[in-house]
């Protein structure tokens, strides 16, 4: 039995049985590899080590089964310095009653070289992707966090006004009562102020026999504690005619100090911020305007506007 192995170069080298060589193509200068040190030599030792059981399996059995089959496998010569890689495709040949077996070898050193480098780079890139991705996450939650300090810090600034009204709910109409300190009266007292006052005297002074518009009635008489104008409203009166104040829709940047909502104040995500009948204070409508950049706030809204119309 004969070996016969072609490439596509018209490469042809022919191994006995023992796979011994003994006819090397003169191509095979292109491996760094004397033909006429092959000549005379076992092939296989000149084939990688790690692929040699492999290389001699695939040969048996196509001396076997008489069916082609294809094998890559690394071959060299020399000090074995580089080692070049070929595919083959082996078949077997009947000639004058004699079995060979042809192998068709072209180097594929360049193009695997290229894949792994490709492969490299196709890695580096999923791996760079990976880090931009997560740095890209990790940007959001930054960006969540600081939108989150904002509107923690508005709602802070929000409560702060809130505490103001009900601080000052314990002043007197007259300007009289805690806390002294703080000369606010009449008018000048934050409505929300005025209407907390009322309504929690209200519950306080009411019993089983003496209650709601009955106690309405006795407050009323207590003009330098209470606002008139609002307990004439609670008992379903006019205001005094200096109280009346004309209506409007406005813009929500426009709210100004002395405005009364008509209606509740909220988000468009249906957040409550301020309920009907509340009135803005200087520092609420700043924060309005800044809860507005992080929140949009349903806008216009229906106030009574200031004793002037404004």
């Not at 939108?147 to 103001?164: D, Y």
């Not at 009346?244 to 100004?256: E, G, I, N």
């Not at 950049?293 to 119309?309: A, E, K, R, T």
Request: aromatic share 6%; proline share 4%; hydrophobic share 40%.
């Amino acid at each position: 039995m004969r070996l016969i192995c072609e490439n596509v170069i018209d490469m042809i080298t022919v191994l006995d049985s023992n796979y011994v060589c003994v006819y090397a193509s003169q191509s095979f200068h292109q491996d760094n590899v004397d033909p006429g040190d092959l000549t005379g030599k076992e092939f296989l030792s000149y084939v990688h080590g790690e692929d040699v059981e492999k290389f001699r399996r695939v040969l048996d059995n196509v001396s076997d089964d008489y069916h082609y089959r294809r094998v890559r496998f690394r071959f060299g010569g020399g000090g074995r310095a580089f080692w070049r890689i070929k595919e083959a495709t082996i078949n077997v040949l009947i000639a004058d009653n004699e079995s060979q077996i042809m192998v068709v070898m072209r180097d594929t050193t360049d193009s695997v070289m290229h894949e792994r480098e490709r492969a490299a780079l196709e890695k580096e890139l999923q791996t760079r992707n990976s880090e931009l991705e997560r740095t890209l996450v990790e940007m959001k939650e930054m960006q969540k966090g600081l939108v989150q300090s904002e509107k923690l810090a508005s709602i802070g600034h929000l409560v702060a006004g809130v505490a103001h009204i009900i601080r000052l709910q314990r002043k007197n109409f007259d300007g009289t009562g805690e806390p002294v300190a703080d000369p606010v009266k009449g008018k000048d007292i934050p409505l929300g102020s005025r209407i907390l006052k009322i309504l929690l005297d209200l519950e306080m002074k009411s019993t089983d026999h003496f209650k709601g518009r009955d106690v309405l009635k006795k407050m009323k008489s207590m003009y330098k504690v209470y606002d008139p104008d609002l307990i004439l409203v609670l008992l379903g009166g006019p205001p005094s005619p200096e109280a009346k104040r004309p209506d409007a829709t406005v813009p929500v940047r426009r709210l100004t100090v002395g405005m009364v909502l008509l209606e509740d104040l909220v988000t468009q995500n249906g957040q409550l911020l301020l309920r009907r009948s509340a009135t803005p204070t200087e520092t609420i409508c700043k924060l309005l305007n800044q809860w507005g950049n992080l929140d949009p706030i349903v806008s216009p809204v229906h106030v009574l506007l200031n004793q002037d119309g404004e």
